[in-house]
Each structure stands twice: as C-alpha cells, then as structure tokens.
C-alpha cells in the first residue's frame, strides 16, 4: 500500500512541474482488490496484443484504428530485447523496433498501453527475446540469481523505463502506459531452480519497482508475486483464477485467442464462440482486465520466429489476421462482446463481489448491483445499477432457466449478458456478425466478365511473378577466407553466434583399397552416423547431397557411398529458430551433440568427432549480400533456362511489378521446397512447403474446453504457402526477389497476389438481440430501456477500398447450410433480392432489418424466419455493372 501512495504522490508532483505527453490529461494509475484505478475510477478493460516489430510502423496506425474499432481500452506488446540490442551496447529503435513510435501512436489514438518489458518473452520469438551475445558472459545463468544475468537484464529494463520516461509516456505524464509486466510466465521455470529461483522473483519485482516507474506491475503464472506485484493468469480459460491475495485484482495478461504453428503441423483455429464464452465467464466472475494474445499476430519477419521450427506466419488465428485485415466473424463477435460489457461496467465497477445463484446443476448467475456507494464512500448522486451474467457450461444442451421471475433460454456453452438485470445484450453462442471469406489471387473486373469468359481471363489475368530468372550457385562447404580449422565438434551457436542459420563442418578421411574390398565382398555399405542433432542437417559425401534430417536432438545414422581414397565429409547444421521456453535456455545450444561416426568398417567404427573439422559460418550469398542491391556482381549470376535442371542450393533473382490495388501482397512459395526469401533487401523470413498429416481435422464443435489439437484445419496441406510483403517494402515497379533454395526447386512457379476479402456472408434469425446501439448507459441505469419494439439488424461490410459488387445469395425464412453453401428452405420470402440489393449494393457497408416488415410480410406464419445473404466484394474501381445473380 505504502507503494502505491508513493506512485499517487510522485504523479501529483509531476503533474505540477512536468509538461503532459499531449496525449492525455496526467493521471495516476493504481489498484485496489477489485481493478486498476485510472484517475481515481475504477475500470473494466479490454486489452489487445499488437507485437510492434510483427508488423511495419506504416501498419501501425491501421492496426491501432481497428482494435479501437473492435472496442479495446488497450493495446499490448512485449519488449524484444534482441531487437532493440543486437550486439552488447549497440541498440536499435529504428524501423519496426521504432518502440517509442508505437507507443506514441497509441497514445495519439486515445487509448491506454501495457508494456510487458520482460525482458524474457517467450511469444515464440528467437530464443525467447534474450540477444544470443548473453551466452558469452562469463558465468552466467539465465533466469536465476545470478549476478551476470542480474546486471545484464536491470541494465536493459531500465534503459527500456528510461526512455519512456524521457519520452513522456507514462500516465502520470500524460502518456498511455497505464501498467508494466517484469520476468514472463517464471513460475512454470521456478521450480528448476530451487531456492536461486524463489530469491530471483524477490529481486526482479525490488528492481522494477525500484525504478520509479509510476505505474503498477505485473508478474504473469507468478503465484509468489510479492504483494507490491500484481499477479495475473495466462490461459484459455482464467474465471477460475484469483490472485494470491485479495488486496490485488483479478487480471488476465494472455487470453490464447488462437495457437501457434510448427512447420509441418495442422493450422489451429479457436471458435470465436469459445473465446467469447470465455471472456464473458472471466468478468462473470470477478476480472476486470484482460488481454488477447493476439489480437493482431503479424508475420516472424527475417529470423526472429522462435522454435524450434516455428513457422514464418504468426497469424494466431487472431481477430486481424496476419496482413491487418478483419477475421470474420472473430473480430466482429467480439467486437459486440465488449460493447455488452461496457453498458455493464457501471455496475461491474460499483461492487468488489457479485451475487451468485445457482440457477440449475451446470447454470448459474452472477449479479452486479450497486448499492450506492463508491470505494467505500457514500455517493452523492444514488443510481442504481444492475447487471447480470447467465452461464450454461453444459456442453452439450441448451436450458430454459428462471431469473429474477422471468424465463431464458441459454445455449450450451454459453453466456448471456443482461446489462439491466433483464434484457439479453448478448449471448457468446449467438453470432450476429458476418463471415469473410478471404482470397490471395487477382481481382477480377466485374465488368468484363461479359465480354472475356473467365476461363479465357484465369491465365491472362493470373500470371507468375515472372518468366525472366537468374541463377547463381551457392558452393558447398568451405567459400571464403574466414574459414578455420579445430580439432572436435564445436557447438553451432559458439561459432555463428546466431548471425545466420547456417554453419558448415567438414573434415576429411582416407578410404583404402581393403575398405573398398571389404564393402564390396560383404555387400555391405558404411553409415554416418549423428548421435544427436538439431534442427537440420544436410550431409555432403564430396561435395555430392547424400542425405538430410530434420529433428530436436535426434539421432541421425544414414549409408553414404566413398571411393578409394581421400574423403569429404561436409554437414550443413542448419537452425531454424532457437528455443524460446523452458529452464536453462542457455545451455540448450544448436547443431550436434555426442559423436559423429562412421560405422561398418572393417577395423570397427572410425570416430570423427576428435578429427580436425573446417568451419564455415554462413553461405557466401549472405556474406556478400547479394539479396541487398541488383548491382551486387561478386557472385556469378546466369541466366536461367525454362528447361534448366534444378540445383541444391542456389540462388535466385528476378525483377517483379507490385500489384496495382491497395489490398495486402503475398508471395505465393508452394512450388518451392525450403530456403529463404528478399523483397528489396527486406529479409522476408524462412519459407519451407512441408504438409501438414492428412488426418485430424473434424467438424469443429466450439462446446466444450478448447486446447490447440482441437478444430484445426490444413489436413494434408502445405502449414504455409503464402509469404506476407509489407506494402511499405515495395514500389510501383521493377523490385528485386531474391530467394535462397536448399532443395531442387526452380522459380518459374513462384507467384505475387492480392490478399482480400471476397465474400461476405451473414444469417440472422428474428429472434437475435436487437443491435447493441440502441442501448445507452443512461437507459440502462435508470432500468426504464424497452426493447421489445427493436428488430434485430445485419451488418456488413467490405475491406476499405472495397464495395459490394453482387449478391450472390440471399433468403428471409428458412434458408439452410452456411457462408458459400446457402440453400432456399421451404419458406422463402420472393423479394428478398431485391430488398437485400437495393439496401447493399454498390456500398462499402450496410445495414439489413430482419423482420417481416422489411420484408414485405410474413412469408410462413408461425415459423421463426432467418435471414442469409452471400454477397462479393470488389475494388471501387472495378465496379460498373455489377452481376445480381
């Protein structure tokens, strides 16, 4: 408590003498056992997780105005160490890692910002944030009391609390940073540490508070959080979560709206239904602050995923996908979500505790009722509010239960918010908002359809990236002056000290006559054999591809084929994406472990692993940088022919004009097998075309507890074939790719697409709740709102820059099947094209009533009606004549 008056005062005496950031008034930020206190009132906040180096600063903006669309209070974002200090003392805030710019463009748009500085953030980032140079300071352990680690990570946060200080960003200063996190998830570490781990927490929360930062932290999975640090929940689900003690409030710094992906693994999906559920549970039952990670995931640009084999997408599933776009109907729903939640907030924040009655064996409610004072003191204006949540976590039915003398029916899996105590704002299971259906290919004018069939316009208009390539030959093995030789096999990360993923041992054997003879006469072959390596290896027997191999710290043991006499034996180890989660990450390391033999001799195993082994860091193409610039001739470049054999290990360039439309640009990488990839000098990321197992992918059911093998989809394709190029990293013309291929691939196949929403799908029956404007805070707390005379409304829309080109499919009754499999039912009212036309086409946006009125009367009495539309969008400039089908 003592510390939070010294926040509260040290605001007030800034407030006198320090100018404010122009972003906000200064204010103080505290806490009691309920909330954060944001200028002396409590709140109820909906954060959303932006990783600001996920995406370029000129996204930013984009990406901030539609999570303020979609109702958030906040936005979230780690701080990447390894960005911001790449080598010991040298720092970068410059590009995407411009962090001071992030924050100020948060500010700017009105809303608050929580800084997770760490430093250590998992978030599937390359070796979890930590620069790799800290492996080389003399005795240190990461994560743990001791005292190189300490020095190196107090250094970094303070330079991080510094310079926002300096800059004006906190509250206090009329900033946005309302809240800072120290250490990242430590309590599933703390254990392998022993005592060191428990005195560590003790002095990472001393030294973050310590450095007067105004502003309350946090400590995420820290169940021992000291009691001057709040601890929060991380989870797919947090309602069951409390804080270790009750003078702190009840917070959720990671709601896993989604998952990662490895390469060669499924793609997983969350129900927008589940998520919702879950956040409606969690402020049912007592939170008040809650965070989506992510609620933007953005693209693992360069070499900063994480792993291992993690890939270059890290869409997450998330509300905006990876290139900023909507996610529909995730990002809508929720939107909806928060804006039931705020017409509760009066009554959220008037009580530390709800109500709660047991409406049956798996429903209940909880009920937020003022009962007119304020933080313990009388108000001097009594309003009372009421406010209700209805659970139904039955998996399985649906429940009619009674509440306050009135009867409701609750889905299963559900959650029904009543912001007056009586009217239903929102269910979790009721989805109102519409379906996109997004593309990655070339907009189609609708006006020429008439004059070219479109199969005749699929090639025209659908063309690789180019048809002119050049080549050039990547060598195997030793390329350049700064090779060396050492006796033994040096851990890869030792020697590359992750500047690259590459790193090429070779030695070299005799083979004599007799070892020849004695293959041949036992018909019989040698094998190399690893006994532990990660995470790729690529074996040459001279100079020739004999094998490769993919794994975390498996054993590798293959035939290879020799001659008589001397011998190269060369190894690619090749790393992609370091650990990022777990105790001791810096003793994991990379490329081999154990001994490197060659087995099946005549005289026994010849061990290599004490043979002398050059050592070659990195591939000549990067050394020279050959991806930097077109006029870069240190490299041999030819001309690449159409029928040309492909080749291990080359490299390619061509020249490609940016498609002409504003939408997001993907490269399209499925023809190639595994490498890497430039866009005007711009490190794109990792690419490799591996298939997901065919089986596993099910009809997805959003009841029940989710976990990340559930609902995933991609069975049998490509985890990823489209590669996400920042608009602000292109020009109108002549940009250079340049792409690194490991495997026999050729580019002729390569393609660049427009990524956009096509098709826009919504259904909602007359018995949905009426649309969430209608209701006011003022209504609502004076309990006089009526809503039995509002019909429930459709909303859609298209990307910006877009407009509704064609119906594709439209029906009020009893339209059946979903977005893109639309049917007629028996009931069909005959003009609903017309009414859904004259009300959408040629818009960006609108607005449909679903009710017999709009419709021209009741097509079927007594029954239910529905109302399904499929609409596509198209660019405004491509809109003449659109096609009402």
């Known amino acids: 408590m003592g510390t939070r008056f010294q926040w509260v005062f040290w605001g007030l005496v800034v407030q006198i003498w320090t100018v404010a950031g122009g972003y906000f008034e200064p204010f103080n930020v505290s806490y009691d056992s309920r909330a954060l206190v944001i200028d002396g009132n409590r709140r109820m906040l909906i954060s959303a997780g932006i990783h600001y180096p996920r995406a370029t600063p000129e996204m930013w903006p984009d990406l901030i105005s539609k999570s303020k669309e979609g109702g958030v209070d906040v936005i979230e974002t780690y701080v990447f160490w390894n960005g911001h200090e790449p080598l010991r003392g040298q720092y970068n805030f410059e590009g995407r890692y411009d962090i001071v710019k992030f924050v100020k463009q948060v500010g700017s748009s009105g809303l608050y910002l929580f800084l997770r500085i760490g430093p250590y953030v998992c978030a599937e980032w390359n070796f979890g944030g930590f620069p790799v140079w800290l492996r080389d300071i003399p005795g240190i352990e990461f994560r743990t009391d001791n005292i190189p680690f300490k020095e190196e990570m107090q250094r970094f946060v303070k330079r991080i609390v510094d310079l926002m200080r300096g800059e004006s960003l906190f509250s206090w200063q009329g900033g946005p940073i309302i809240m800072l996190q120290i250490e990242n998830e430590y309590g599933n570490m703390e254990s392998s540490y022993g005592s060191r781990g428990k005195d560590y927490v003790t002095w990472a929360a001393k030294m973050a508070v310590g450095l007067d930062a105004g502003v309350p932290w946090v400590m995420c999975k820290q169940v021992d959080a000291p009691e001057y640090i709040i601890d929060t929940c991380n989870g797919y689900y947090c309602d069951g979560f409390k804080p270790n003690s009750k003078k702190k409030p009840t917070f959720w710094t990671e ?38 990670y992510m609620y933007f995931g953005g693209t693992n640009f360069g070499r900063t995923a994480g792993g291992p084999n993690y890939i270059t997408s890290y869409d997450y599933d998330a509300p905006l996908d990876e290139y900023g776009l909507l996610s529909q109907p995730k990002w809508g729903h929720l939107k909806d979500l928060h804006a039931a939640l705020k017409l509760c907030e009066p009554a959220l924040v008037a009580v530390h505790s709800p109500k709660y009655i047991k409406l049956g064996p798996k429903q209940e409610a909880h009920i937020y009722r003022d009962s007119g004072r304020r933080h313990g003191k009388q108000s001097s204006f009594y309003s009372p509010k009421c406010s209700a949540f209805l659970a139904n976590i039955d998996e399985h039915h649906s429940v009619t239960v009674k509440f306050l003398n009135e009867n409701y029916t609750l889905p299963p899996w559900s959650v029904s918010i009543l912001p007056d105590c009586r009217n239903i704002a929102f269910n979790t299971a009721k989805v109102g908002a519409q379906t996109s259906i997004k593309t990655v290919g070339f907009d189609v004018n609708p006006d020429l359809v008439d004059i070219v069939p479109l199969t005749l316009m699929t090639p025209l208009h659908i063309p690789y990236i180019s048809e002119t390539w050049s080549s050039a030959i990547e060598p195997i093995g030793v390329w350049g002056d700064s090779n060396f030789t050492y006796q033994g096999i040096l851990e890869h990360l030792n020697v590359t000290k992750d500047q690259t993923d590459y790193l090429w041992y070779t030695t070299r054997i005799y083979i004599s006559d007799e070892e020849i003879s004695f293959w041949e006469e036992n018909q019989g072959t040698p094998r190399l054999t690893i006994d532990s390596m990660r995470d790729f290896v690529y074996i040459f027997i001279n100079r020739k591809f004999a094998a490769s191999a993919k794994g975390k710290w498996k054993k590798v043991e293959h035939p290879v084929d020799l001659v008589q006499g001397y011998n190269d034996i060369t190894l690619l180890s090749i790393t992609v994406g370091l650990q990022n989660y777990g105790a001791f990450l810096e003793k994991d390391g990379a490329g081999f472990r154990g001994q490197i033999k060659l087995v099946g001799c005549k005289n026994g195993d010849l061990n290599l692993t004490e043979s002398m082994w050059t050592y070659q860091v990195g591939l000549k193409g990067e050394f020279l940088k050959i991806y930097a610039s077109d006029k870069n001739e240190s490299m041999e470049w030819a001309e690449l022919p159409h029928d040309a054999t492909p080749t291990r290990f080359s490299w390619y360039k061509t020249h490609f004009d940016s498609p002409s439309e504003v939408d ?18 711009h490190h794109i990321g ?8 065919k089986d596993g992918c099910q009809t997805c059911d ?13 069975c049998g394709d490509p985890t990823q074939s489209w590669y996400h190029i920042p608009r602000s990293w292109l020009q109108a013309s002549d940009n250079l790719l340049v792409i690194f291929e490991e495997r026999e691939n050729n580019p002729f196949k390569i393609s660049i697409k427009s990524h956009f929403t096509e098709t826009i799908c919504a259904k909602i029956s007359e018995d949905h709740y009426p649309p969430l404007n209608v209701w006011s805070r003022t209504q609502v707390s004076n309990e006089t709102i009526s809503l039995h005379s509002t019909v429930p409304e459709m909303h859609l829309k298209c990307d910006s820059g877009r407009k509704i080109s064609s119906i594709e499919f439209a029906s009020y009754g009893t339209p059946q099947g979903s977005c893109q499999k639309f049917s007629r039912g028996d009931c069909h009212a005959a ?8 009300a959408c086409l040629g818009k960006q946006s609108c607005s449909i009533g679903v009710s017999n009125t709009v419709f021209g009367g009741d097509p079927c009495q007594g029954v239910i009606k529905t109302v399904s539309v499929e609409m596509k969008c198209s660019l405004t400039s491509h809109i003449g004549s659109a096609l009402v089908k």
């Open 664 to 681: 997001p640009v993907a490269l399209d990488l499925s023809s190639m097998g595994k490498g890497q990839v430039w866009v005007n000098g």
């Open 702 to 714: 959003y009841r029940g507890t989710y976990d990340s093998d559930k609902c995933v989809t991609n």
């Open 255 to 292: 709601n896993w709206v989604g998952w990662y992906t490895s390469w060669g693994d499924r793609l997983p999906h969350r129900p927008v239904e589940d998520v919702a559920f879950a956040v409606a549970r969690f402020f049912q039952r007592g939170g008040s602050f809650q965070n989506y």
């Open 686 to 693: 990792r690419y490799w075309t591996l298939n997901a197992p």
């Open 831 to 838: 003009n609903s094209f017309l009414v859904v036309s004259q």
